[in-house]
Nanobody, 118 residues
Framework: VQLVQSGAELRNPGASVKVSCKAS????????IYWVRQAPGQGLEWMGRIDPEDGDTKFAQKFQGRVTFTADASANTAYVELTSLRAEDTAVYFC????????????WGQGTQVTVSS
C-alpha cells in the first residue's frame, strides 16, 4: 500500500492550492481517505475525509466553505483543494487511509508542504 502526494506548493495569500494523493496497492474505493495538516510547531489538525466510492465528504467546521475534497476512482487519486489561502494555512498536508476504528490510519502519504506567503 502506498500513498504518494504531489510536490511542494508556494502560493500568495488569497490564492488556491490543490494537492493530490495517488493510491496504489489496494482497491482505492474500499477505504476512506482523510486529510490532515500540521502547521509549524503545531500538532496534527484534522481537515476532513472523503469516501472514494461515492464521493461523500465530511469537513472540520473551520474549513467549511474553503475546502473541497474530490476523488477520481479511475486514477486512484484523491484531492484536497483549499481556497482563499492565508498565512496560517502554511503547513504540511497529509493524506491517510482509514481502515476502521480498530486499525485506524494505516498508511500515510509523505506530506506536501504548502507555503502561503507574499
Amino acid at each position: 500500500v502506498q500513498l504518494v502526494q504531489s510536490g511542494a506548493e508556494l502560493r500568495n495569500p488569497g490564492a488556491s492550492v490543490k494537492v493530490s494523493c495517488k493510491a496504489s496497492g489496494y482497491t482505492f474505493i474500499d477505504y476512506l481517505i482523510y486529510w490532515v495538516r500540521q502547521a509549524p510547531g503545531q500538532g496534527l489538525e484534522w481537515m476532513g475525509r472523503i469516501d472514494p466510492e461515492d464521493g461523500d465528504t465530511k469537513f472540520a467546521q473551520k474549513f467549511q466553505g474553503r475546502v473541497t475534497f474530490t476523488a477520481d476512482a479511475s486514477a486512484n487519486t484523491a484531492y484536497v483543494e483549499l481556497t482563499s489561502l492565508r498565512a496560517e494555512d502554511t503547513a504540511v498536508y497529509f493524506c491517510a487511509r482509514f481502515r476502521g476504528t480498530i486499525l485506524g490510519y494505516d498508511s500515510w502519504g509523505q506530506g506536501t508542504q504548502v507555503t502561503v506567503s507574499s
